[in-house]
């Protein structure tokens, strides 16, 4: 089975940047969607960005594209998530998640079986 470590968030200043990895173990098949998911207290989960393993195609939420980046590091089993210009609404808890054996990759999650158990971003004005 997937398992998933999320690491390298923080606490940062607006405008600030951070990078986010996602480490993968457990499955070595190129076709899956990694995605990162984020919610903050009292909201609902929301995509952010998503890649596919098999050729690296990436997927983004509109709002999130131009500041936020994804990519894979397929010899060390991880995908990142670039933050650049991070602003207060960016705060949250950051989720890596899997799907399995994927043809495509959409930013919703109930597309995704595996999770990580998170990394907090926190982002002050």
């Known amino acids: 089975q997937v398992q998933l470590v999320e690491s390298g968030g923080g606490s940062v200043q607006a405008g600030g940047s951070l990078r986010l990895s996602c480490t993968a173990s457990?499955?070595?098949?190129?076709?899956?969607?990694i995605g990162w998911f984020r919610q903050a207290p009292g909201k609902e989960r929301e995509g952010v960005a998503a890649?596919?393993?098999?050729?690296?195609?990436?997927y983004y939420v509109t709002s999130m594209k131009g500041r936020f980046t994804i990519s894979q590091d397929n010899a060390k089993n991880t995908v990142y998530l670039q933050m650049n210009s991070l602003k207060p609404e960016d705060t949250a808890m950051y989720y890596c998640?899997?799907?399995?054996?994927?043809?495509?990759?959409?930013?919703?999650?109930?597309?995704?079986?595996?999770w990580g158990q998170g990394t907090p971003v926190t982002v002050s004005s």
């Open positions: 998640a899997a799907a399995l054996d994927a043809n495509q990759c959409g930013v919703h999650w109930s597309q995704y079986i595996y």
């Open positions: 457990g499955y070595t098949g190129s076709r899956k969607c």
């Open positions: 890649l596919y393993t098999l050729g690296g195609t990436t």
